[in-house]
C-alpha cells in the first residue's frame, strides 16, 4: 500500500511481465488498433501517476516493449513528396487506400488480410499500420513507389517505423554527418 497525495491509501497493482503472455498482449494491441478500443483485461497495464508535470497514465515497461516491438513490426511512415505533399489528407488516403486495393487485386496477400489504420503525422507523412507483418514488410522494401491518380503520378516513400529514441539517434548521426 502507498498513499498518494490527498492522504488516502490505495493499492499498487503487482508489477505484471507480459512477457509471459506475449500473444494475448499482442492479440490486445491487434485489437486495439483494428477497433480503436483497448480490450478489458483481468491484469492492469500500467497506473495513473499524478506529480508536478499533472496527471498520466504509465504504461508497464514489459507490455510497453512487446506494443513497441508489435508496431515496428507492421508500421510503416508514408511520405508524400514533390506535389504530392499539396493534396488534401482525403485523397492521400484514397492513394493508400488505392494501392491497398491493387494488392487485393493482384493478391499479392492472404485475401483475409483488411486494411491497415491510417494516422496523418505532418502535412506530407502519414503512419499506415498494416493489419499483417508482411504487408507492412513488402513496403519498406519497395521503398518508393509513384501512386497514380485520375493520370498523375505522385512520388511516395515508404520507411520503417522508429521510435522516438531511434529517430533521435538518427537525426544526431545525420548531424554529424551533413553540415
Not at 26 to 49: K, L, M, N, R, W
Not at 95 to 107: H, T
Request: proline share 3%; hydrophobic share 40%.
Amino acid at each position: 500500500m502507498e498513499e498518494d497525495q490527498v492522504g488516502e491509501r490505495r493499492e499498487i497493482p503487482p508489477a505484471v511481465n507480459y512477457w509471459a503472455m506475449e500473444d494475448r498482449a499482442c492479440q490486445s494491441i491487434g485489437h486495439c488498433y483494428d477497433e480503436g478500443v483497448f480490450p478489458a483485461t483481468s491484469t492492469v497495464v500500467g497506473e495513473v501517476i499524478e506529480d508536478e508535470r499533472g496527471r498520466r497514465f504509465r504504461v508497464n515497461d514489459s507490455f510497453d516493449a512487446i506494443k513497441e516491438r508489435w508496431l515496428k513490426e507492421r508500421t510503416v511512415i508514408v511520405i508524400f513528396q514533390d506535389e504530392a505533399r499539396d493534396l488534401t489528407r482525403a485523397v492521400k488516403e484514397d492513394l493508400v487506400r488505392a494501392f491497398e486495393d491493387g494488392w487485393f487485386a493482384r493478391r499479392l496477400f492472404n485475401p483475409e488480410i483488411r486494411r491497415g489504420r491510417v494516422k496523418f503525422e505532418a502535412p506530407n507523412v502519414l503512419s499506415y499500420v498494416a493489419k499483417a507483418v508482411e504487408v507492412a514488410a513488402w513496403m519498406v522494401r519497395k521503398g518508393s513507389t509513384r501512386l497514380n491518380l485520375r493520370g498523375e503520378d505522385y512520388p511516395v516513400t515508404f520507411k520503417a517505423w522508429m521510435t522516438k529514441a531511434e529517430l533521435k539517434e538518427v537525426r544526431l548521426q545525420d548531424a554529424e554527418t551533413n553540415f
